[in-house]
């Protein structure tokens, strides 16, 4: 192995363990630092965060990969990260059963008003369940 490889080996090294516990809203701002989603026959482990097209998922269960489970189409597999921020609410977006907003999460609605939901586990926007929204700012 020439030195070139080495040395980029020991900075994935590196930059793997800083970004394993880099909380998800860092993470997302940072997708670029993880590992390119591999359909290749690469284990993945429940927890680890990958990235593709752009967008940083989280793998739900350990698995190996193949080429037809890409994180957009085995969301048994992968779950996009979403990483409400109460300083910072971003524009409200479908979550999957595995990534739904809970109690206190903040988003901007279609409106253009910000919106909390009131109950865990919430995967339904103010429009489909006004109950499990409620209106904070304009």
Aim: hydrophobic share 35%.
């Amino acid at each position: 192995m020439n030195k070139y490889m080495q040395e980029a080996r020991a900075m994935r090294a590196s930059i793997d363990s800083i970004t394993a516990d880099m909380p998800d809203e860092k993470a997302i701002e940072n997708t670029v630092l993880f590992k390119q989603w591999n359909g290749n026959g690469v284990n993945y482990t429940a927890g680890e965060r990958i990235s593709y097209n752009g967008v940083l998922y989280s793998v739900l269960h350990s698995h190996t990969s193949q080429p037809d489970w890409n994180p957009e189409v085995a969301v048994s597999l992968f779950a996009k990260v979403l990483a409400p921020d109460p300083d910072k609410p971003q524009p409200w977006e479908k979550p999957d059963s595995t990534n739904p907003y809970n109690k206190g999460d903040k988003v901007i609605w279609a409106d253009g008003e910000i919106y909390e939901s009131l109950i865990d586990g919430n995967v339904w926007s103010p429009e489909e369940y006004p109950a499990g929204w409620k209106k904070v700012e304009s």
